[in-house]
């Protein structure tokens, strides 16, 4: 109990405090990262059929569907907008919280601060709340490795995190966070089969869509003081019991308001699975060393950390295919938002025979290397030659950030089909202005 009300009297109160300097930054980074990821996302099937779908349900019309004029309802616009961004894999990542914070969580801030006309200010605290509150539920849960339960933690973290978002927008006292808790964990949901799906549909929805929606629903219930029990967190046949393996509740409020999990939080350079991402960096390394030809190679051998390797390996889907992405780049020498998602090139015929020659191995020595997902590729050439790298601290994560001008230059490659001078508004409102939500809206209203 000491725990919940330590809690809920720090959730009643973070709205009011202001971040520091570097976590503000910070947090402007993955909210321009999660917006991108909308905009570019609601073109690919699962944002074209929640976007669809989000557009017949009716409602009253709170909250903007990203990149359009249109407004739905808060709930169906966050469960849009987060598997919009979820679709093409370009989302950030936590990689302790395992889980995909941003294309849950920043989108139920969106939706809810739309609705309420809350200040830039109080949206940048709120979706850095749901960093916080997201990683440290799921790390409260002492998951050994991604393999240790049946329940995603990829669906855990995002509602609790989307949940706290909303509930901070809304301005809900101690007691309303309690009712809120609750009701979350009610609606915690998710399991790991997302892992087969192999449209990508079912998983945006795990990772983003379904959990954002629960998450405005638990904290609109609370709003309305829809009441509870007082223990839903530790009491018996709670959260901790019903899910976790080893639990670890101290950690649930550990650092609250002195470390900031949003500033742990890994943006990709890539636009492809997270185990994929040190795979890539190890090609560039590689192809920087040395100007040759795709068919000079005789053989790749890529190591992954075992723990991920199902993740990756032979997938049928392209943008987390280890397989196809090695090779594509290879053969293309480059690896863009269009490469990655170009369902063509996954039967090119370069690519194919590239392909054939690639050998993915699962590592135990990288599952437990520091940092996390690392990768090792070695090219051995037709005259017996060879080019290794072994991509250590992946280039976007806290132990290699990527600057403000990369997110910023990622962020007009991932949009360069879109009108320049709006997308430079853009980037220039979401990292240096003071905005009022609507103003956002309007700059993110890009006509397809």
Not at 46 to 65: D, H, I, N, R, V
Not at 186 to 205: M, P, V, Y
Not at 209 to 217: A, C, E, K, L, P
Request: include cysteine; hydrophobic fraction near 40%.
């Amino acid at each position: 109990m000491d725990i919940q009300q330590k809690l809920t009297e720090y959730l009643s109160s973070a709205i009011n405090n202001n971040l520091p300097t570097e976590t503000k930054k910070n947090t402007r980074f993955h909210l321009l990262d999660t917006l991108v990821a909308i905009l570019t996302g609601r073109l690919l099937p699962p944002g074209q059929k929640a976007f669809e779908f989000a557009k017949s349900q009716g409602g009253f019309p709170e909250s903007t569907l990203i990149g359009t004029n249109l407004k739905v309802s808060a709930i169906h616009a966050g469960l849009a907008n987060g598997m919009a961004a979820h679709a093409d894999e370009t989302d950030d990542t936590h990689t302790n919280g395992r889980f995909h914070p941003g294309c849950a969580i920043v989108p139920a801030a969106l939706a809810i601060a739309e609705k309420e006309k809350n200040t830039s200010e109080e949206l940048l605290r709120a979706i850095a709340l749901g960093y916080d509150i997201g990683v440290r539920i799921n790390m409260s849960m002492g998951y050994q490795t991604p393999k240790t339960t049946i329940f995603s933690t990829h669906s855990i973290g995002t509602i609790f995190g989307s949940a706290v978002a909303a509930g901070s927008l809304l301005k809900l006292n101690q007691k309303q966070f309690n009712y809120l808790l609750s009701y979350t964990i009610q609606q915690t949901s998710g399991l790991a089969c997302w892992n087969r799906d192999e449209e990508h549909i079912e998983k945006a929805f795990v990772f983003s869509g379904m959990t954002t929606r629960n998450g405005i629903y638990s904290a609109l219930l609370a709003k309305e003081n829809f009441t509870s029990v007082v223990d839903p967190l530790l009491g018996e046949r709670g959260l901790l019991a019903a899910y976790a393996h080893k639990p670890k509740p101290e950690i649930i409020i550990k650092d609250l308001g002195t470390i900031f999990e949003i500033d742990n939080t890994s943006i990709k350079k890539w636009c492809v699975g997270s185990p994929i991402q040190a795979i890539l960096d190890a090609i560039e390394a590689i192809l920087q060393k040395k100007n040759f030809n795709h068919k000079d190679i005789k053989e790749v051998i890529i190591d992954i950390p075992s723990d991920r390797f199902h993740i990756v390996n032979d997938r049928s889907i392209p943008n987390i295919c280890a397989q196809h992405l090695a090779a594509l780049y290879l053969v293309k020498k480059k690896i863009g938002y269009e490469e990655v998602h170009d369902e063509k090139l996954f039967s090119d015929i370069d690519v194919i025979k590239l392909r054939k020659k690639i050998i993915a191995r699962p590592s135990d020595e990288l599952a437990i290397a520091r940092p996390e997902r690392q990768a090792k590729v070695k090219i051995i050439f037709n005259d017996s030659t060879e080019l290794s790298h072994h991509a250590r601290a992946v280039r976007g994560t806290p132990d290699n950030p990527m600057s403000e001008e990369e997110i910023a230059n990622k962020a007009k490659e991932l949009l360069k089909s879109f009108e320049v001078k709006k997308v430079h508004q853009l980037i220039d409102i979401v990292l240096n202005k003071e905005f009022l939500i609507e103003e956002l809206m309007v700059a993110l209203d890009f006509k397809i």
